[in-house]
């Protein structure tokens, strides 16, 4: 699977973002999706994750209830909306495919990686 992650920007504290994550090659919908970060000086984070079927959706604490993980298997596309984004929320965002259980995401673990997308917030 080749993933391709874009929607990445400058945005103030308070503002949206919508990022998104094409997949390629092998069949998008067998896979669980994931969306993680990683901010300068710190190590990759978990942050959504959704079941092949689109039926499950876990998120980390820190922003649950402001993101929202979505999926079109018609475009073969992850979504991840960020709303009341925050400074602490400035990363780069990669998305993840993965088979097998959900909640494998958190571990920051997946099959295949697509390149990183820039997200800055400023406050």
């Known amino acids: 699977v080749q993933l391709q992650a874009s929607g990445g920007g400058l945005v103030q504290a308070g503002g949206s973002l919508r990022l998104s994550c094409a997949a390629s090659g092998r069949t998008f919908s067998n896979y669980n999706m994931g969306w993680f970060r990683q901010a300068p000086g710190k190590e990759r984070e978990f942050v959504a994750a959704?079941?092949?079927?689109?039926?499950?959706?876990i998120y980390s604490d820190s922003v649950k209830g402001r993101f929202t993980i979505s999926r079109d298997s018609a475009k073969n596309t992850v979504y991840l909306q960020m709303n009341s984004l925050k400074p602490d929320d400035t990363a780069v965002y990669y998305c993840g495919a993965a088979s097998g259980y959900l909640g494998t995401f958190r571990r920051v673990v997946a099959d295949y990686w697509g390149q990183g997308t820039q997200v800055t917030v400023s406050s």
């Open positions: 959704i079941s092949w079927s689109g039926g499950s959706t």
